[in-house]
């Protein structure tokens, strides 16, 4: 299998959220949600190395701001580049999201539905449904040609089967670990709030993400990234080190990282 397959988390977080994914032999990629300011967006894509005017598309997890507050400056920003990606995103969240309606009709935007195979930046990208507390919410299984996979998911309280199918096989794997459940029960937030983050529409904890891994151990697995770390209920350490027992339980050799609020982490 050729290593084809990149993936540059820009951001991770309650703050915001953005990552692309690389065609790393061609370098064109795909973006994934821009809840982040037009600086961060450009500054974090030159420390990746991707060339920004090689984008080909924005896919739209779901219509929460800080999945989608950054869409207007930096598809701005990229026009004055001449660049201007598709933008694809569920009718029911471009219905829900003031940041994508001010898009329509000035970008080439097209809906996105789950079960969609789509051909983008020499990659198919096949849309896998989520379970969140949005008006619609997917992942994604980006493949080339070769058999190089990644899978992406964030923002969602349960693995459906759908989802863990769409990931199996995967080589580089970006998977949710937003909170300790014990943090979160005790923390700062609301009960209401603290029953809709460990809901089952809501986010996958620390625990529910090392039992999707330990799931998910393959041979082509290669490396992990941590997404959407939360700042009030986990820590850093916590997500990678329940990540990493899973992987050094199995005498498995795949890599393991969390992704942050205000930095970059690749994978390749």
């Known amino acids: ?27 064109a990629g795909v973006l994934v949600d821009c809840g982040i300011c037009k600086r961060d967006f450009f500054a974090r894509c030159e420390e ?23 869409l207007g400056v930096v598809m701005r920003g990229l026009a004055k580049l001449g660049v201007e990606p598709t933008v694809y995103a569920d009718a029911a969240v471009r219905a829900a999201s003031k940041e994508i309606a001010v898009l329509e009709g000035t970008c080439d935007m097209r809906e996105l539905r789950a079960g969609d195979a789509l051909s983008l930046a020499g990659m198919q990208a096949h849309v896998f449904r989520t379970s969140h507390d949005a008006a619609s919410s997917c992942g994604f299984r980006f493949e080339a040609e070769g058999g190089d996979v990644v ?21 580089l794997l970006a998977l949710e670990s937003n909170h300790d459940e014990r943090m979160l029960w005790d923390g700062p937030y609301p009960y209401p709030v603290k029953r809709r983050v460990a809901s089952d529409q809501g986010h996958l904890s620390n625990a529910q993400a090392a039992e999707e891994l330990k799931a998910l151990l393959s041979d082509a697995l ?9 700042q009030n209920n986990n820590t850093y350490r916590l997500p ?20 942050r609020q205000d930095g970059l982490a690749s994978m390749r």
């Open 1 to 27: 299998m050729e290593r084809r397959l990149a993936v540059h988390v820009l951001a991770s977080g309650s703050r915001g959220n953005a990552a692309v994914v690389e065609d790393a032999a061609t370098g």
């Open 48 to 70: 990746a190395g991707f060339d920004p005017a090689r984008l080909a598309a924005v896919l739209v997890t779901h219509e929460h701001t800080d999945h989608t507050k950054g």
């Open 151 to 171: 899978g992406f998911m964030t923002d969602t309280g349960v693995v459906t089967g759908e989802a863990h199918e769409a990931l199996r096989g995967a080589r």
């Open 222 to 230: 290669e490396q992990v990234t941590a997404l959407h770390v939360s």
């Open 240 to 259: 990678g080190e329940a990540l990493a027992e899973v992987v050094e339980r199995a005498g498995h050799s795949a890599r393991v990282q969390v992704a």
